[in-house]
């Protein structure tokens, strides 16, 4: 599977953080002209193509979140993507 596929899309910013906690290796946004894969995913850790780390941390009350220094930027960027998805006629409504 070359993209993730999403049923609702009505919470983007929840679905940015979906893709990046769920997302299997594989699975890609694209940022511009290029694309940004998934290359590696340990419990901890999720690797980017473009060479960024996302940490996983878990609070006391066990939630997760993502730590790193471009989170929000990666974060952006998939919102951006998954908007694209959603109004483009070859994978949109």
């Known amino acids: ?5 999403f049923n609702v899309m009505d919470n983007l910013w929840g679905e940015a953080h979906r893709f990046l906690l769920f997302g299997e290796v594989g699975h890609y ?5 290029s ?3 998934i290359v590696k995913r340990t419990p901890q850790r999720i690797y980017l193509s473009n060479g960024s780390v996302v940490s ?3 609070s006391k009350s ?10 929000n930027q990666i974060l952006r960027d998939i919102e951006g ?5 959603k109004h483009d006629p070859l994978f949109g409504k």
């Open 81 to 85: 993507y998954l908007l694209f998805l």
């Open 56 to 58: 996983l941390g878990k």
């Open 1 to 5: 599977m070359n993209h993730f596929s």
């Open 29 to 33: 946004y694209r940022t511009g002209d």
């Open 62 to 71: 066990g939630f997760f979140y993502f730590k790193g220094n471009k989170v």
């Open 35 to 37: 694309y940004v894969h």
